[in-house]
């Protein structure tokens, strides 16, 4: 049973950073891809990176390199999202999500590939 539990959203002023974390369980011995996405109010849900399991290799958003930074900690079993430079247009709910498998192009980002999700963590930026 695969959970995904996100934390260290909150409030921050604009220029400034959060770390967000995500505890990732149920996958034992297999491959997966797990990525953050965001959604603001009245808008779709969009990928923002994603990163695979076994090897590291990470994937963006275009309009978002630079600014944020995915990473993982395996021991951890534990998923982080670094945003800098944060701006008014990041606030949004941010979520985890993960699914299993090994991808021959690399992790997708678009949210539609993913079929296990976390619960979200708010982000406002001010």
């Known amino acids: 049973h695969v959970q995904l539990v996100e934390s260290g959203g909150g409030s921050v002023q604009a220029g400034g950073s959060l770390r967000l974390s995500c505890l990732v369980s149920?996958?034992?011995?297999?491959?997966?891809?797990v990525g953050w996405f965001r959604q603001a109010p009245g808008k779709e849900r969009e990928g923002v990176a994603s990163?695979?399991?076994?090897?590291?290799?990470?994937a963006y958003a275009d309009s978002l390199k630079g600014r944020f930074t995915i990473s993982q900690d395996n021991a951890k079993n534990t998923l982080y999202l670094q945003m800098n430079s944060l701006k008014s247009v990041d606030t949004a709910m941010y979520y985890c999500?993960?699914?299993?498998?090994?991808?021959?192009?690399?992790?997708?980002?678009?949210?539609?590939?993913?079929?296990?999700w976390g619960q979200g963590t708010q982000v406002t930026v001010s």
């Open positions: 999500a993960a699914v299993g498998g090994t991808w021959s192009e690399g992790c997708p980002v678009a949210p539609h590939y993913y079929d296990h």
């Open positions: 149920g996958y034992t011995n297999v491959n997966y891809c």
């Open positions: 990163i695979a399991s076994d090897d590291g290799i990470t």
